[in-house]
């Protein structure tokens, strides 16, 4: 009895998941949102071309390190050299960039914060995701 009990309720499972495909990356972009007015906001705006204490973040995932037109970088983040894809966000957003620990991403970069949690940060990436590219 309790085997079938399992087996419905996995087939039960297997044809509501396709079903709700859609709503997880809806609340994650919202999440995201509120993750990224809590923690950048006070520094970077997700308008082209509006930048604050940091630059502009709009269309950021895809884009070369470095490049918001009109931002005045610190000598370390033009050295970085990176690609702004999911996995170098990741690993930047996760110990930030101050800890000065060997598993943060860059050194001396202007970026005075502390990082990020995991969940917040996939949340995050889904709301950068959603923004238009450059
Ligand atoms: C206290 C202000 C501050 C906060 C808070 C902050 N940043 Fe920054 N951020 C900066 C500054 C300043 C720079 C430029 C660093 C440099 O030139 O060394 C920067 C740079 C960046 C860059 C590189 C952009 C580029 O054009 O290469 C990314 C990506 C970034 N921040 C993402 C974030 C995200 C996402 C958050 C929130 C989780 C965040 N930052 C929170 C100040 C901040």
Same mark, same amino acid.
């Given at each position: ?31 995201g949102?509120?993750?990224? +007015? ?26 070369? %390190? ?6 005045s ?6 050295a970085a050299?990176l ?6 966000? +990741? ?13 943060? $991403? $860059?050194?001396?970069? +202007?970026? %005075? ?6 969940? +917040? ?11 238009? %590219?450059?």
């Amino acid at each position: 009895m309790r085997h079938v009990l399992l087996q419905a309720a996995s087939a039960l499972a297997l044809g509501i998941v396709p079903a709700l495909g859609i709503a997880p990356a809806a609340a994650d972009v919202a999440l995201g949102k509120a993750a990224f +007015d809590r923690a950048c906001a006070s520094c970077h705006s997700v308008e082209p071309g509006k930048h604050g204490t940091g630059p502009s973040l709009a269309g950021v995932l895809g884009a070369k %390190s470095a490049t918001a037109k009109g931002f005045s970088y610190s000598p370390a983040m033009i050295a970085a050299d990176l690609t702004w894809t999911e996995a170098t966000l +990741d690993a930047y957003l996760a110990t930030g960039a101050r800890s000065g620990g060997g598993d943060q $991403l $860059l050194h001396g970069v +202007d970026m %005075s914060f502390r990082g990020l949690a995991a969940g +917040d940060r996939a949340a995050l990436l889904a709301y950068l995701r959603s923004l238009p %590219s450059r």
